[in-house]
């Protein structure tokens, strides 16, 4: 059976439908319950798999260069992307801090690598998965990998910081941030659906 | 036999039940605990999450206030309530009208994560400002209680089977395949 044979089955309500092609900016949505079931795409059918890369790139100088400089007094402290899960596990509150970690970095890095494998053409494909058990992979990892909304929270504590010390944004900051939307993109060429057995899968976009 | 007021065991969705109580409770300490001491010189303050917001009101940062207020007290709440609604709902197997529970279902999936908002706050500004006797900031105990509720609501959301507005748990999915 080819890809254009197999159902799309909605996430939420378990409708079967069948594919149809979408032009840019074309929404299909589920005949029973309205859910978006796919987009049509404005990029290229490999740009998911670019902006996945780009993102994984990008993980690196986010992880390892300075995020915020902040200044009191003549007093400087440059600080990292997990700077604050350091002094959470200091503070004594290790879950918490494990939480941080997993939610604001190790998630998400983990989700784009596995966002990768799945869109890679299967060629290249060196990987000894089953791309059933990576769509489930990444659907589990897509609810808990949540950097845009640590990068919300660092604006929020930026102003919030407002004239108790002098804050300076660093590189790390930005290919944070890049890396962020890098993931959104990429998340962009990808449909959740639903097995017949109720799990949550993630796959990659077939021509509709 | 008697009837009993509220069962769950038709529906399947007793974990999600559980998990939806378990945060209902959390968010009890979330709320009456302080989630950050800050410190400036020798001046110690305790903030909870709802003192944070309007602190942030009082220096004119309203939009953040709303920011902050809508994603650490509004969403867990309205979360909470509407998965109170949806389980009600489905208590007796799908409700009539299921578009409307559905939709509901939809937001409360996309909503969830914002609320961690203010566990990335704590965890970036305890980090950040530790510059001695002139100016910590600490995260407390609130906040732990407050990142234990927004997992267990984002959790409870993942348990319950959306399937359940449509068709009775153990069926195998209806419908014929549509354009």
Redesign the interface.
């Known amino acids: 059976m080819s890809a254009e044979d197999d ?1 799309l ?1 909605c996430a ?7 594919r ?1 092609h979408l032009k840019p900016g074309e929404k299909a949505e589920c ?5 978006v079931l796919a987009r049509g795409r404005w990029m290229g059918p490999e740009a998911p798999l670019v902006f996945a890369v780009t993102g994984i790139i990008l993980a690196v100088p986010a992880c390892l260069l300075p995020f ?1 400089t ?1 200044g ?2 003549g ?1 400087k ?1 440059v ?1 990292l992307l997990f ?6 596990w200091d ?1 004594g ?1 290790r ?3 494990m ?2 970690l997993f ?2 970095g190790i998630v998400p890095i983990g989700l784009l690598v596995t966002l990768v494998l799945l869109l890679a053409p299967p060629p290249s494909r060196r990987c000894v998965l089953d791309p059933r058990e990576l769509a489930r992979v990444a659907a589990w990892l897509e ?2 990998a ?1 950097p845009e ?2 990068v ?3 604006l ?2 930026l ?4 004239s ?2 002098d ?1 300076e944004l660093g590189p790390g900051f930005w290919c944070y941030c890049a890396m962020t939307l890098s993931l959104i993109f990429a998340l962009c060429g990808v449909e959740k659906q ?1 097995l ?1 057995d ?1 799990q949550a899968i993630l796959t990659p976009e077939h021509p509709k | 036999m008697k009837r009993r007021w509220f069962t769950l065991e038709s529906s399947g969705n007793t974990t999600a039940a559980a998990l939806g109580l378990a945060a209902a409770v959390m968010l009890v300490p979330a709320n009456l605990l302080p989630v950050l001491t ?1 410190a ?1 010189s020798g001046n110690d303050r305790d903030d909870t999450i709802l003192s944070g917001v309007i602190e ?1 009101w009082r ?1 004119n ?1 309203a939009p ?1 206030a709303i ?2 207020f809508t994603a650490s007290i509004v969403i867990p709440f309205a979360k909470l309530v509407g998965l109170a609604w949806l389980l009600f709902s489905t208590r007796n197997g799908p409700p009539r009208d ?2 409307l529970p ?2 509901i ?2 937001a409360l999936d996309f909503i969830g ?2 609320s ?16 001695g006797q ?2 910590t900031v ?2 407390r105990s609130g ?2 209680a407050f ?1 234990a509720a927004v ?1 267990l609501t ?1 959790l409870a959301t ?1 348990a319950f ?3 359940t ?3 009775a748990p153990n069926r ?8």
């Open positions: 159902p089955i939420v309500c378990g409708q079967h439908h069948q149809v005949l029973r319950c309205d859910t915020i902040a009191k007094l007093d402290r600080s700077t604050g899960v350091g002094a959470l503070n509150m879950t918490l801090s939480l941080v939610m604001g609810r808990w949540i909304v640590q919300l929270a660092i929020v504590a102003l919030k910081l407002g108790l010390v804050v639903r017949p109720g | 800050t400036t942030l220096r940062l953040i920011i902050v299921p578009c559905t939709r279902y939809n994560r914002w961690m908002l203010d566990v990335f706050l704590a965890a970036f500004l305890t980090g950040l400002v530790e510059f002139f100016a600490e995260a906040i732990v990142a997992i984002v993942a089977d959306p399937a507005l449509w068709h195998t999915t209806p419908g014929p395949a549509s354009p």
